[in-house]
């Protein structure tokens, strides 16, 4: 089976400080690591990936992923924060080549931040 | 705009119904993924085709069906509809079945049963 966790339901930020938003995963072999945003009323749409190579992962609108293997986690970071940043959160995982072809995703964290 | 459309938009309806929702992959695209959002259970996947075919069944109810099309859209019919069917379903499209991209993303149907 492959999982993802997002511990915390909601994440508070004053803009202009760094932001976390937590993600650990439990597979079998090697994953294929995903983070998404959703905006209100909107479909989610694709942050970054981790497939292989660099842990440190760079993606859209000033967001970053370290990818740990050893803690099995994909935390999802931004040094800034902004306020436009707010929206829904969500971590996905996939193992190539297992019984498994469809994306897991966590539940999501909300992120809010305040001006 | 992701290149994947989903209709309606929105949708009402009362208990007992059936409702289709249709999804248009992005160009070039041949899986499709349908998932269900909602409140307390957050992104739950239903049910995956790949150029006509079933490939993976989630948490789909035995109510609700679905099929992909030779021009690669898919409809999710949605049957004997109950309150707590009520939730954003999304479908969601990628070029292949196991590759390394992620998913292109609908804007969702809102689906509100009464």
């Known amino acids: 089976a492959q999982s993802v966790a997002q511990p915390e339901d909601q994440v508070n930020v004053a803009e202009g400080n760094p932001l976390t938003v937590k993600c650990t995963y439990s597979?079998?072999?090697?994953?294929?690591l995903f983070w998404y945003v959703q905006y209100p009323n909107r479909g989610l749409q694709f942050l970054l990936k981790y497939i292989t190579g660099d842990n440190l992962v760079k993606g859209s609108y000033g967001f970053e992923a370290e990818f740990n293997k050893s803690q099995t986690s994909f935390h999802l970071k931004k040094p800034s924060a902004l306020v436009s940043d707010s929206a829904l959160y969500f971590c996905a995982v996939r193992v190539p080549n297992s019984g498994y072809s469809t994306l897991t995703f966590g539940k999501g964290t909300m992120l809010l931040v305040s001006p | 705009d992701s290149g994947v459309t989903q209709t309606p938009k929105h949708l009402i309806t009362a208990t007992g119904q059936r409702v289709t929702l249709r999804c248009s992959p992005r160009?070039?695209?041949?899986?499709v993924y349908w998932y269900q959002q909602s409140l307390d259970q957050g992104l739950q996947f239903l049910i995956q085709y790949y150029n006509g075919e079933e490939r993976a069944k989630g948490n789909i109810l035995e109510r609700f069906s679905a099929q992909q099309f030779p021009d690669l859209h898919s409809e999710l019919n949605l049957s004997s509809l109950e309150l707590g069917d009520s939730a954003l379903y999304f479908c969601?499209?990628?070029?292949?079945?196991?590759?390394?991209?992620?998913?292109?993303f609908g804007s969702g149907t809102r689906l509100t049963v009464v």
């Open positions: 597979v079998s072999g090697n994953p294929y």
């Open positions: 969601a499209s990628s070029v292949v079945v196991q590759g390394a991209e992620g998913y292109t």
């Open positions: 160009s070039g695209d041949l899986s």
